[in-house]
C-alpha cells in the first residue's frame, strides 16, 4: 500500500470558489475515484493557496492512470484548471508534485 | 475523529540528516505518540524542505498537550529544533501551521 502526498497551487484570488467546488464534488467523480484505487483520500488548504494532497493506494501509478482514462476526470479537470498556477498545458492531475514519505507510524 | 494537516519548514541544507533521524526515530518517542492518540502518522519532505505532517486522531488538541506533558517529547524536539526554520523561542510542535480539510473521500 502507498501513503501519497502531493502539492499543487491554487490561485489565491480563488480559494472560495474552490472551497465551494469541493462541498460539492459530482457522485460520478468520487465513484470513479474509488473505483480506481483512491482510498482515505482528502485534500487540506493553506491560506496562501498551497494545497496538499493525501491518500491511500495499492499503487498511484496505476490509479492516476485509471483516472486519465475516464471521462469524468477530463471534464471535472476542466473545470478546475482555472483555479491553477500551472505552466500552460499542464492539468492540475498531471501537474502535481509528490513528496517522499519520511517517516510512518501506523 | 480528525484528519490533521500541518506544515513545518526544514533547513534546505540539512535534509539528509532530517531524513536520517526519521529512519531511526526512538521507540520511546513512537511509544508516546501512540500513547497520546497519534494514528496513521506520516511525515512527506519535498526537495525544498517543506515538511507535511499528515496524522489521525480523536483529539489533535488532546494530542498534542498529551506529548507536551512527556519528558522524551522534549528531548526529541530539542534534537530537531535546529533542522527547523521558526522563529526563535518556536519549537517545531508548537510552530506548525494546520490546513483545512476542503475534501474528504473515504
Redesign the interface.
Known amino acids: 500500500m502507498e ?1 501519497v ?1 502531493f ?1 499543487l497551487r491554487v490561485r489565491p484570488d480563488r480559494l472560495d470558489e ?2 465551494a467546488h ?2 460539492a ?1 459530482w457522485t460520478e467523480m ?1 465513484d470513479a ?2 473505483a480506481t484505487g ?9 491560506d496562501d493557496g ?1 494545497l ?1 494532497g ?1 491518500l491511500e493506494t495499492d499503487d498511484f501509478a496505476a490509479s492516476l492512470a485509471g483516472m486519465e482514462d475516464t471521462d469524468v476526470n477530463a471534464r471535472w479537470q476542466a473545470l478546475m484548471a482555472p483555479f491553477f498556477a500551472l505552466p500552460d498545458g499542464e492539468r492540475p492531475d498531471t501537474g502535481l ?1 509528490r ?8
Not at 38 to 46: E, I, K, P, Q, T
Open positions: 501513503r502526498c502539492l474552490y472551497r469541493h462541498r464534488v468520487t475515484l474509488t483512491w482510498r482515505n483520500y482528502s485534500l487540506f488548504l493553506a498551497l496538499v493525501y508534485v513528496l517522499d514519505e519520511i517517516f510512518h507510524l501506523a
